[in-house]
T-cell receptor, first 112, second 116 residues
């Protein structure tokens, strides 16, 4: 059964820092990997989707990489801002279907 | 912009009641999903649907059922609500994944359900 782990569980950084969030998954037979952002009490907002054949995707200050063979993905946030404070979740879809398996998330706080 | 709308942001019900959670999407997505989110357990899939009148069990279907009579609407039903069903419920939708073209899932804002 696929398991997704995110480290660290929580992270607090000063504004302006570059930071990396980590995601690992146990079964490398994935179709794609998706990073989401969740603000307190809200739903999930899709940030980036990386197909299994890709190695990275970029959107503005966000860059996500995927190493399928080692079962790892990272989300890089450049020049962090207080508005980036949220919980970041990664999720994988296995080749067997459209079901997402989620990690528990990293709660990020960016201090002014 | 894709919009997934859940009918209630907050809901309070009593044990034993039959509870309906509604979700509507406006992008003609075939796939729709219901998750619940609990501290320490993350998001877990309850049920999903690939098309009208089709449904598949997720990881935790016990105590729940679903209905998909129209493509844009996916309802989650708690047959007889219990206190352990107090949770945040999230609906999502997507196009099907086609070879070489993956589709992201889009989420609603969630319904925080309390069962007293």
């Amino acid at each position: 059964k696929q398991e997704v782990t995110q480290i660290p569980a929580a992270l607090s950084v000063p504004e302006g820092e570059n930071l990396v969030l980590n995601c690992s998954f146990t079964d490398s037979a994935i179709y794609n990997l998706q990073w989401f952002r969740q603000d307190p009490g809200k739903g999930l907002t899709s940030l980036l989707l990386i197909q299994s054949s890709q190695r990275e995707q970029t959107s503005g200050r966000l860059n996500a990489s995927l190493d399928k063979s080692s079962g790892r993905s990272t989300l890089y946030i450049a020049a962090s801002q207080p508005g980036d404070s949220a919980t970041y979740l990664c999720a994988v879809i296995e080749t067997s279907g459209s079901r997402l398996t989620f990690g528990e998330g990293t709660q990020l706080t960016v201090n002014p | 912009d894709v919009k997934v709308t859940q009918s209630s942001r907050y809901l309070v019900k009593r044990t034993g009641e039959k509870v309906f959670l509604e979700c509507v999407q406006d992008m003609d997505h075939e796939n729709m999903f219901w998750y619940r989110q609990d501290p320490g357990l993350g998001l877990r899939l309850i049920y999903f649907s690939y098309d009208v009148k089709m449904k598949e069990k997720g990881d935790i279907p016990e105590g729940y059922s679903v209905s998909r009579e129209k493509k844009e609407r996916f309802s989650l039903i708690l047959e007889s609500a219990s206190t352990n069903q107090t949770s945040m419920y999230l609906c999502a939708s997507s196009f099907p994944d086609r070879a070489g073209y993956n589709q992201p899932q889009h989420f609603g804002d969630g319904t925080r359900l309390s069962i007293l």
